[in-house]
């Protein structure tokens, strides 16, 4: 069983950024792809993007190419996404995600292949 904990959500204006984390418990950090996804009021849960176990390969949608970095540090059991140029459109509740994986450099990008969330956190853009 895996838990995860996100931080750093809040309000900032447009143009403005912001930095999430993710951490995670257990001790094999590093067999696990991440992902973060986020929720607008009124749609469906929306993949952003995913890193592989060993960090060395990522997936962005287009809308955040440029503007979002995903990392991790297997070290700390933590996923970071800075979020830079954010628009009001990005105002979502961010989730972090979890799901073991057979390979190092393997990124999951569906919902459906995650087995572990965390709690949330909203990140509300003004424009």
């Known amino acids: 069983q895996v838990q995860l904990v996100e931080s750093g959500g809040g309000s900032v204006q447009a143009g403005g950024s912001l930095r999430l984390s993710c951490g995670a418990s257990?001790?094999?950090?590093?067999?696990?792809?991440m992902g973060w996804f986020r929720q607008a009021p009124g749609k469906e849960r929306e993949f952003v993007v995913g890193?592989?176990?060993?960090?060395?390969?990522?997936s962005y949608i287009d809308s955040v190419k440029g503007r979002f970095t995903i990392s991790r540090d297997n070290a700390k059991n933590t996923v970071y996404l800075q979020m830079n140029s954010l628009k009001p459109e990005d105002t979502a509740v961010y989730y972090c995600?979890?799901?073991?994986?057979?390979?190092?450099?393997?990124?999951?990008?569906?919902?459906?292949?995650?087995?572990?969330w965390g709690q949330g956190t909203q990140v509300t853009i003004s424009s």
């Open positions: 257990g001790r094999t950090f590093s067999t696990y792809a």
């Open positions: 995600a979890a799901s073991q994986t057979l390979g190092s450099m393997v990124v999951l990008t569906s919902h459906y292949e995650y087995a572990y």
């Open positions: 890193i592989s176990g060993s960090g060395g390969r990522v």
